[in-house]
T-cell receptor
């Protein structure tokens, strides 16, 4: 059983701060990792995907991957109240191309003004 | 990325009846995924649907309860059969494309 664990939260940060969301996964052979944002009552939307060790930046978002530690994180800089949502970490099944994803339980983030 | 049209967006159904959910994708995709999301919970994969073959179901989900149709590379349906209040949930379809996975807008099902 593949496991994806996220810090359960809820996480609360002030506007302008850095929000740090963490995720660990059990399958050492996993290669592809995704972060989704889900607003209440909406479907998940993709924020970032990362395949290689290191950092990947897109605007205010940075994904960090450390395969040796089986750890992936998402940093949100200059957090805004509009970032308040549940963030889901997902790991693609090892050895597959566009195969199934394994999701964590999500971390609820609140950014207060 | 792919765009998915999912219908219906919500429904209230009587127990014992069935509901069919449709997903139409704007491009051809090999695999489509059907998820369930219960209130406050993460996504649980129900099954993976490949065109031209039977769907592959996850543990705890069976074809008699959740039959899936995948007649071509852009369309799939999930039926929730013989519904009970425990089936009340959000159902989502998803496809994978080269730059990530896209979800339909979801179907909020309430069984009374």
């Amino acid at each position: 059983q593949k496991e994806v664990e996220q810090n359960s939260g809820p996480l609360s940060v002030p506007e302008g701060a850095i929000a740090s969301l963490n995720c660990t996964y059990s399958d050492r052979g996993s290669q592809s990792f995704f972060w989704y944002r889900q607003y209440s009552g909406k479907s998940p939307e993709l924020i970032m995907f990362i395949y290689s060790n290191g950092d990947k930046e897109d605007g205010r978002f940075t994904a960090q991957l450390n395969k040796a530690s089986q750890y992936v994180s998402l940093l949100i800089r200059d957090s805004q109240p509009s970032d308040s949502a549940t963030y889901l970490c997902a790991v693609m099944e090892r050895g597959s191309t566009l195969g199934r994803l394994y999701f964590g339980r999500g971390t609820q983030l609140t950014v207060w003004p | 990325s792919a765009v998915i049209s999912q219908k219906p967006s919500r429904d209230i159904c009587q127990r014992g009846t069935s509901l069919t959910i449709q997903c139409q994708v704007d491009s051809q995709v090999t695999m489509m995924f059907w998820y369930r999301q219960q209130p406050g919970q993460s996504l649980t994969l129900i099954a993976t649907a490949n065109q031209g073959s039977e769907a592959t179901y996850e543990s705890g989900f069976v074809i008699d309860k959740f039959p899936i149709s995948r007649p071509n590379l852009t369309f799939s349906t999930l039926t929730v059969s013989n519904m009970s209040p425990e089936d009340s949930s959000i159902y989502l379809c998803s496809v994978g494309v080269f730059n990530g996975y896209t979800f339909g807008s979801g179907t909020r099902l309430t069984v009374v």
